[in-house]
């Protein structure tokens, strides 16, 4: 069985040196490669070794091999077995698997290293790698950083609004602005186009009542300003559209539009008919929609105008047998909040908004209004409230202001105190109560 057998010492002495990994290239000793034994592990470390080479089929290096210049790192450190095999391992294509067999000074190795093309530690990764993962350090930067950009601009608005409680506001000119206004035939409307023509604006009119609208255009004229009335009915969209058109194509462009045209029927849910409570939405809320789309344009395109909203405190406080009523100003107050919040978004800083709510004021819109705490207001109080929100920019103008103060304590008591609270107010006006409809 032993026939031809015989004992080559050499070669068991380079197979001894192979496995304990002090395998010496046949370069090293000075002689021909050829002499030297191939062992599977060096041939399957020789072709990890080497770079792609491209195939005579192949024209180009697949996008897949391609990788990024590697970035300049600290000089090589000395040969050994295990930081060879490690660059081995890190310079095997995608997709292959590394050597078989547990190599645990070559996994040590490969993790203390970096992988090539990514250079040392602490340098920004290659284009195309993408942004670190959440929840590294640069996340915990970033959060403390906008926790510090909150704190600082809550000190800086809480100074903001010391040094305006200490200083009188800056007010600016309506002079020789053209101001559009609805509703203006009588009671807060008309109030309000005088106070504009004392100040020399220009003056546009509208509302339904043809009588009275022609009444305020005398009283404005005789205070020396430039009036134009329009008998429009703000309940109907067309009208509102076809109106705004002829102002814009004979005057020019609104500056400053004041929505005030507003309708009521004070009665029950029950009691108040499908068509009344159709008016109160298209005069109280959408009338404000289509005008503001009507002449928003033109104030977008130069960045500067003044959109002011006449709600109601009913927009914040709900009242009994005035249910579509305070839905109707509880939209226009949402109205006038979004709106500022897009003008906002989209740059438009120039342009600006006011939302006024007065309580009961004597102007016949509501019969005989009443109640135990507080008054109700005069139309004068409420006019001068509202033109020191516009000269001075106010987003929310409360008549009085103490009802700022009732807004926010009605979000902390409870359900029990609020509702002792508005029996002690006993708030009372006439109303159709009982009279079920059944349009």
């Known amino acids: 069985m032993l026939a031809g057998w015989r004992w080559d010492q050499r070669a068991a002495d380079k197979l001894l040196q192979e496995k304990k990994g002090d395998f010496i290239p046949a370069a090293a000793q000075g002689k021909p490669d050829r002499e030297q034994p191939r062992s599977p592990e060096w041939r399957r470390r020789r072709r990890r070794a080497q770079p792609f080479q491209k195939g005579p089929s192949s024209s180009a290096t697949p996008a897949c091999t391609q990788r990024p210049p590697a970035a300049p790192c600290s000089p090589p450190a000395p040969h050994s077995p295990a930081t060879c095999g490690a660059a081995a391992l890190q310079r095997a294509p995608a997709g292959r698997e590394p050597a078989a067999g547990p190599n645990p000074a070559a996994s040590a190795a490969s993790t203390a290293m970096p992988r090539?093309?990514?250079?040392?530690?602490?340098?920004?990764?290659?284009?195309?790698?993408?942004?670190?993962?959440?929840?590294?350090?640069?996340?915990?930067?970033?959060?403390?950083?906008?926790?510090?950009?909150?704190?600082?601009?809550?000190?800086?608005?809480?100074?903001?609004?010391?040094?305006?409680?200490?200083?009188?506001a800056r007010r600016k000119a309506v002079g020789g602005e053209l101001v559009l206004l609805t509703g203006a035939g009588r009671g807060l409307g008309r109030a309000t186009a005088r106070e504009f023509a004392r100040r020399q604006s220009r003056l546009v009119l509208w509302d339904v009542d043809t009588h009275g609208l022609r009444e305020t255009a005398e009283e404005c004229e005789r205070l020396g300003a430039t009036v134009h009335t329009f008998v429009v009915d703000c309940s109907k969209r067309e009208e509102i559209y076809s109106a705004a058109e002829k102002v814009k194509k004979d005057i020019g462009d609104v500056s400053i539009l004041v929505?005030?045209?507003?309708?009521?029927?004070?009665?029950?849910?029950?009691?108040?008919?499908?068509?009344?409570?159709?008016?109160?939405?298209?005069?109280?809320?959408?009338?404000?929609?289509?005008?503001?789309?009507?002449?928003?344009?033109?104030?977008?395109?130069?960045?500067?105008?003044?959109?002011?909203?006449?709600?109601?405190?009913?927009?914040?406080?709900?009242?009994?047998?005035?249910?579509?009523?305070?839905?109707?100003?509880?939209?226009?107050?949402?109205?006038?909040?979004?709106?500022?919040?897009?003008?906002?978004?989209?740059?438009?800083?120039?342009?600006?908004?006011?939302?006024?709510?007065?309580?009961?004021?004597?102007?016949?819109?509501?019969?005989?209004?009443?109640?135990?705490?507080?008054?109700?207001?005069?139309?004068?109080?409420?006019?001068?409230?509202?033109?020191?929100?516009?000269?001075?920019?106010?987003?929310?103008?409360?008549?009085?202001?103490?009802?700022?103060?009732?807004?926010?304590?009605?979000?902390?008591?409870?359900?029990?105190?609020?509702?002792?609270?508005?029996?002690?107010?006993?708030?009372?006006?006439?109303?159709?109560?009982?009279?079920?409809?059944?349009?």
């Open 259 to 439: 929505n005030n045209a507003g309708v009521i029927t004070a009665a029950d849910l029950l009691s108040t008919q499908d068509h009344q409570i159709e008016k109160m939405f298209e005069v109280n809320i959408l009338a404000h929609i289509w005008t503001t789309r009507a002449f928003l344009p033109a104030m977008m395109d130069n960045n500067r105008g003044h959109i002011v909203t006449v709600a109601s405190a009913a927009g914040h406080f709900v009242t009994s047998f005035m249910v579509a009523y305070c839905s109707s100003k509880f939209a226009a107050v949402g109205f006038h909040k979004a709106l500022t919040e897009e003008l906002s978004t989209l740059g438009k800083n120039g342009i600006k908004t006011t939302c006024v709510c007065p309580v009961f004021m004597n102007t016949g819109f509501v019969k005989n209004p009443r109640t135990r705490l507080g008054r109700i207001l005069e139309v004068d109080e409420v006019v001068k409230e509202m033109m020191e929100g516009i000269l001075t920019n106010k987003k929310m103008v409360f008549v009085p202001p103490q009802l700022s103060i009732a807004l926010f304590t009605d979000m902390l008591i409870p359900e029990r105190v609020s509702r002792f609270l508005k029996k002690l107010t006993d708030v009372k006006f006439d109303a159709i109560v009982g009279h079920w409809s059944k349009q």
């Open 116 to 168: 090539e093309g990514r250079g040392p530690p602490g340098a920004p990764p290659p284009a195309g790698l993408g942004p670190a993962p959440p929840g590294c350090g640069m996340g915990a930067v970033g959060a403390v950083r906008e926790l510090a950009l909150f704190l600082g601009t809550l000190l800086y608005a809480y100074a903001e609004a010391a040094v305006r409680l200490l200083l009188p």
